[in-house]
């Protein structure tokens, strides 16, 4: 049976070509958001009141469903090829029974995805973003979620970039849109003894 749930964690793109340090798409902050990442995923599983949703990018091992605009840089160092070790989310994030995992075809976890469709049904109207990159896909689907009439807030902490520097000149920008920003402590203090078992 279907649970009524206002609150939806989206996790994007925590996967091993984007985060394991070596590998040739990895975005040079995402291993150490995992930490923090984990954290945020538990206390969200523990207050058995936010939807979760992993996010993902996979693409045949042609290119032949990427960006036109990527395709080159695709063929000179593919990643998150469909079947892949690379496109499997890291371990220490992986789905649990019951949530929902959504594969992108593009940077915005909405564009061309049931993932819309899976919130309003749920009666989902506000979001907490984490995951990478922050110049790509994050801020694309904060741009559709708040477009969405989505009520989104970015864990900073949560999010990486190539550089600090990136990662705060697109937050700063998300939040001159409507988004807001927390730290993950910051979050966790404003929700503690309302989404929060007693015991956290």
Avoid at 13 to 36: K, N, S, Y
Avoid at 120 to 130: E, H, K, M, P, Q
């Amino acid at each position: 049976m279907m649970i009524q749930k206002d609150t939806a964690l989206l996790i994007i793109d925590m996967q091993q070509d984007f985060v394991r340090e070596g590998t040739p798409l990895c975005v040079a902050g995402a291993a150490a958001t995992v930490p923090v990442i984990a954290s945020l995923l538990a206390d969200c599983r523990n207050s058995g009141r936010i939807a979760i949703f992993h996010i993902v990018r996979e693409y045949e091992p042609d290119g032949t469903d990427l960006e036109r605009c990527r395709l080159e840089a695709f063929h000179r160092v593919p990643g998150a090829i469909r079947g892949t070790a690379g496109a499997e989310i890291v371990p220490e994030l992986q789905p649990h029974p019951g949530e929902t995992v959504i594969v992108k075809p593009r940077y915005s976890a909405f564009f061309q995805t049931k993932l819309d469709l899976c919130l309003r049904r749920l009666g989902v109207d506000s979001l907490l973003i984490a995951g990478t990159q922050y110049p790509n896909c994050i801020r694309a689907t904060v741009t559709d979620a708040l477009s969405l009439d989505y009520q989104v807030t970015v864990i900073s902490d949560c999010c990486s970039a190539r550089t600090p520097e990136i990662a705060e000149a697109n937050l700063t920008d998300m939040r001159n849109l409507g988004a807001r920003g927390l730290t993950f402590a910051e979050w966790r203090l404003e929700i503690s003894g309302h989404l929060l078992p007693s015991s956290c």
